[in-house]
C-alpha cells in the first residue's frame, strides 16, 4: 500500500512560516491527488490544499488561500505545503492523503481518499 509520511511541523510564533513535507512511497498508481488536511481537537477535518500530480493544479480553501502554497516534486514523490503568515487559528494536526488521480480537478470534491499520513502537529503561539 502506498506510504505517506509528514514532517516538518512544530511551534512558531504568529507571523511566522513552516513548509511541510509529505514523502511518499510504495506507490502504485500513474497518477494521483495530493490533498492536505488539518483537524483540531473539537473540530472537523477540513481540506486546506491538494495538487493534481499530472498537471500541478491546485486547490486552496478560502481560509488559508494566499497564505499556504502547494507544491509537487514528482522526481523525490515528495509533496509540500509552504505555510506563511501563520495564525493561532492555524494550530492543528496536518496530515498529507493521497488518491488516484482523475479527469476532476481535486478541489471538486469527487475524490475519497484511500491513503492518509501519520500526521505533524503544528502549534502557532500568538
Known amino acids: 500500500d502506498v506510504q505517506l509520511v509528514e514532517s516538518g511541523g512544530g511551534l512558531v510564533q504568529a507571523g511566522g512560516s513552516l513548509r511541510l513535507s509529505c514523502a511518499a512511497s510504495?506507490?502504485?498508481?500513474?497518477?494521483?491527488?495530493i490533498g492536505w488536511f488539518r483537524q483540531a481537537p473539537g473540530k472537523e477535518r477540513e481540506r486546506v490544499s491538494c495538487?493534481?500530480?499530472?498537471?500541478?493544479?491546485?486547490y486552496y480553501a478560502d481560509s488559508v488561500k494566499g497564505r499556504f502554497t502547494i507544491s509537487s516534486d514528482n522526481a523525490k514523490k515528495t509533496v509540500y505545503l509552504q505555510i506563511n503568515s501563520l495564525k493561532p487559528e492555524d494550530t492543528a494536526v496536518y496530515y498529507c492523503?493521497?488518491?488516484?488521480?482523475?479527469?476532476?480537478?481535486?478541489?471538486?470534491?469527487?475524490?475519497?481518499?484511500?491513503?492518509w499520513g501519520q500526521g505533524t502537529q503544528v502549534t502557532v503561539s500568538s
Open positions: 492523503a493521497a488518491e488516484r488521480g482523475g479527469i476532476l480537478p481535486c478541489g471538486s470534491n469527487y475524490y475519497e481518499y484511500s491513503y
Open positions: 510504495r506507490v502504485t498508481f500513474d497518477d494521483s491527488v
Open positions: 495538487i493534481r500530480r499530472s498537471d500541478g493544479s491546485t
